[in-house]
């Protein structure tokens, strides 16, 4: 089956950066739109930002000028690049992926999350 192991989180303080990475491992599979979403204490769970597998973004309004998402194909990897963090975007990050595994036909997977906390 497939995993998606999350990593990068953490501590950092007001106007600092953190880069987020998400590998997809396991089975045959082939990797279509990859996103990044987050979820504060007490809030929903809302988009930060997508990729397709072309490349084409998409971002929050929220984060755009500040967060880049991107993605290596080559080994399966989504990648957030967090500028001018906001004390306000503290949160636990979630990697999800959609995806053709072998067999089973079009899935869709979620990351078990990472925390990143902006705080002085």
């Known amino acids: 089956q497939v995993q998606l192991a999350e990593s990068g989180g953490g501590l950092v303080q007001p106007g600092g950066s953190l880069r987020l990475s998400c590998e997809a491992s396991?089975?045959?599979?082939?990797?279509?739109?990859m996103g990044w979403y987050r979820q504060a204490p007490g809030k929903q769970r809302e988009l930060v930002g997508t990729?397709?597998?072309?490349?084409?973004?998409n971002y929050a309004d929220s984060v755009k000028g500040r967060f880049t998402i991107s993605r290596d194909n080559a080994v399966n990897t989504l990648y957030l690049q967090m500028n001018s963090l906001k004390p306000e975007d503290t949160a636990v990050y979630f990697c999800?992926?959609?995806?053709?595994?072998?067999?089973?036909?079009?899935?869709?997977?979620w990351g078990q999350g990472t925390q990143v906390t902006v705080s002085s």
């Open positions: 999800h992926a959609d995806l053709f595994v072998y067999v089973l036909g079009k899935r869709d997977y």
């Open positions: 396991g089975s045959a599979f082939s990797i279509n739109t």
């Open positions: 990729i397709t597998k072309g490349g084409s973004t």
